[in-house]
């Protein structure tokens, strides 16, 4: 989720690369799941989270939507997210035992926390969200530790083009006019990154990229049509 809140509010007033020391290690978390309910809609997903999802629980996206995942609309553009469910409004694949039940394929978003990522110049930094963690004495550890994520150099550039992509469909979206137009978009999105299903086999970025150009192939035909 994107927000508009000041650096000094929310962060110790520093940034992170991959390589540094942050103190974001809650130690397992050792009975606490604070962060796995009430969340709302803002575990916003992206297309890696989907192929991760979608290959480690064997399901479709339409399956998991049934009752794991679910569509909202984000500054313009719907994509989906981590459902919360029930009275206590917990993610739906925290288990009994307070632990995430798709912990070895889990979200971006979940590996990240309690760090948060500030964009800027088309790339990003880490930093440390100081109100979000309940756990007090938190650890130093390398965030490439804590987030835990193979190929980083690559899932990097993925997760900033993402990020700039989005932002600039939303710039888009925001000037048209045409109801119907923003619709056809939208669903170009969804199927493009999340309905249409991946090939396992093959590299995930691979298909992102290629993905990606379809599209915006597919949206200057569009445009031009209309
Ligand atoms: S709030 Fe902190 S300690 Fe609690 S589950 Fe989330 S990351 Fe772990
Ligand atoms: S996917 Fe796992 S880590 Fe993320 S909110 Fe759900 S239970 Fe928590």
Redesign the pocket.
């Known amino acids: 989720m994107r927000r508009e809140v000041s650096m000094e509010e929310i962060s110790d007033g520093k940034l992170y690369t991959a390589n540094d020391l942050v103190k974001a290690d809650c130690n397992d978390c050792r009975g606490c ?1 604070a ?2 309910q009430k ?1 709302g809609q803002s ?1 916003v997903l992206d297309p890696l989270d989907i192929y991760r999802l979608t290959f480690g629980l064997r399901q479709k996206f339409e399956e998991l939507l049934a009752d794991k995942l679910e569509l909202n609309v984000v500054e313009g553009i719907i994509l989906p997210n ?1 459902q919360m469910s029930g009275t206590e409004e917990k ?1 739906a ?2 288990n009994a035992e307070g632990r ?4 070895a394929i ?2 971006g978003i ?1 590996r990240l926390f309690p760090l948060g990522r500030y964009y800027d110049g088309k790339s990003f930094q880490y930093f440390l969200q100081i109100h979000e963690c309940k756990k007090e004495n938190r650890t130093k550890v390398k965030v490439k530790k804590w987030i835990d994520t193979p190929d980083l150099k690559k899932n990097e550039k993925y997760i900033s083009d993402w990020h700039y992509f989005l932002t600039d469909m939303q710039k888009t979206l925001a000037t048209l006019q045409n109801d119907e137009k923003v619709k056809k978009i939208n669903m170009l999105i969804l199927q493009t990154f999340f309905l249409e299903p991946y090939h396992q086999e093959e590299d995930f970025y691979v298909q992102f990229y290629d993905r990606l150009e379809k599209l915006k192939t597919s949206l200057q035909l569009l445009t031009r049509r209309e």
């Open positions: 799941s962060c796995c969340m575990i981590l993610c694949f925290l995430c039940s798709v912990h889990r979200p979940c």
